[in-house]
Nanobody
């Protein structure tokens, strides 16, 4: 069982920045593929970004490309640096783990098998 905990959400003005963190425990961190998803009120949860277990490859949704950066350290934490935030980025952000990893970067909810409880990000205009 993998335990996933997000932190770092909050309220920020448009064009501001936030960094989300996600700590995963319960196994070998360097064997996990990690992803971020978000769910806005009244909308379905959507893919945001993913990173391979080595950190060598990343993938982003078009809506955040160039503004968000996913990264990971060697211990147990994945980050989502969010810059130039827009009101439409307002959502609950979820960290997800795929274990064991696939040979590709998964982008669908059903491809991840462990989830955090979510952290709220609110961007005011």
């Amino acid at each position: 069982q993998v335990h996933v905990v997000e932190s770092g959400g909050g309220l920020v003005q448009a064009e501001g920045s936030l960094r989300l963190s996600c700590a995963a425990s319960g196994g070998a961190f360097n064997t996990y593929t990690m992803g971020w998803f978000r769910q806005a009120p009244g909308k379905e949860r959507e893919f945001v970004a993913a990173i391979t277990r080595s950190g060598s490859s990343t993938y982003y949704a078009d809506s955040v490309k160039g503004r968000f950066t996913i990264s990971r350290d060697v211990k147990n934490t994945v980050y989502l640096q969010m810059n130039s935030l827009k009101p439409e980025d307002t959502a609950v952000y979820y960290c997800a783990v795929r274990y064991p990893s696939y040979a590709y970067l998964p982008k669908k909810e059903e491809e991840y098998n462990f989830w955090g409880q979510g952290t709220q990000v609110t961007v005011s205009s």
